[in-house]
């Protein structure tokens, strides 16, 4: 199976499982349209509650794959070839390492149900506060949310790798 076949594969899989479990997070639930597809894709693909993600096969045609690495490797090749124009630049926007490190995360935890890391816990907890999702935390980390909700940019970042850092250090301990 190719990568970007395997990127569609993962990202339906995980949604409609979730759906069939009931666990969609409120960002998801509340948007009718997204629902709509969601609903949709759980009527026609044989994945349920309980299956796993090795059950499941997926095919994309060599357009569709063409254009997958074309838009995943922009950046890359824009970086690699910068030598060569000094003045091109890239918009902040090409740059996605937000979705690659969810796309990890998700096929890790479908790996280790229970142990998400200090670098995984944060990244759980920081996506939970940019969907919105801080009130469905459990209790002992919605002040971490909350914290999160309040500071902004590079704060944001400093204080989640501080964060990490501190996570790290009790591990040890």
Same mark, same amino acid.
């Given at each position: 199976?190719? *990568?970007?076949? !395997?990127? $569609?594969?993962?990202?339906?899989?995980?949604? &409609?499982?979730?759906?069939?479990?009931?666990?969609?997070?409120?960002?998801?639930?509340?948007?009718?349209?997204?629902?709509? +597809?969601?609903?949709?894709?759980?009527?026609?693909?044989?994945?349920? =509650?309980?299956?796993?993600?090795?059950?499941?096969?997926?095919?994309?045609?060599?357009?569709?794959?063409?254009?997958? +690495?074309?838009?995943?490797?922009?950046?890359?090749?824009?970086?690699?070839?910068?030598?060569?124009?000094? $003045?091109?630049?890239?918009? &902040?926007?090409?740059? !996605?390492?937000?979705?690659?490190?969810? $796309?990890?995360? =998700? =096929?890790?935890?479908?790996?280790?149900?229970?142990?998400?890391?200090?670098?995984?816990?944060?990244? +759980?907890?920081?996506?939970?506060?940019?969907?919105?999702? &801080? !009130?469905?935390?459990?209790?002992?980390?919605?002040?971490?949310?909350?914290?999160?909700?309040?500071?902004?940019?590079?704060?944001?970042?400093?204080?989640?790798?501080?964060?990490?850092?501190?996570?790290?250090?009790? *591990?040890?301990?």
């Amino acid at each position: 199976m190719s *990568e970007a076949a !395997d990127v $569609q594969k993962i990202s339906v899989f995980y949604v &409609v499982r979730d759906f069939r479990r009931g666990t969609l997070p409120k960002h998801i639930t509340e948007n009718a349209e997204l629902m709509g +597809w969601i609903v949709d894709m759980a009527a026609k693909l044989p994945i349920g =509650a309980d299956s796993t993600i090795d059950e499941i096969t997926a095919h994309i045609g060599d357009d569709a794959g063409r254009a997958f +690495w074309r838009n995943r490797s922009e950046a890359s090749n824009f970086l690699k070839h910068a030598d060569k124009d000094s $003045q091109g630049h890239l918009s &902040v926007e090409k740059v !996605d390492n937000y979705s690659l490190l969810m $796309q990890a995360m =998700a =096929a890790y935890t479908d790996l280790v149900k229970s142990d998400l890391g200090p670098e995984g816990m944060v990244l +759980w907890l920081y996506s939970s506060v940019e969907h919105g999702e &801080v !009130d469905s935390l459990p209790e002992k980390y919605r002040p971490i949310g909350n914290k999160l909700l309040e500071i902004f940019g590079s704060e944001r970042r400093d204080f989640c790798s501080a964060l990490i850092q501190e996570m790290r250090s009790r *591990e040890i301990s």
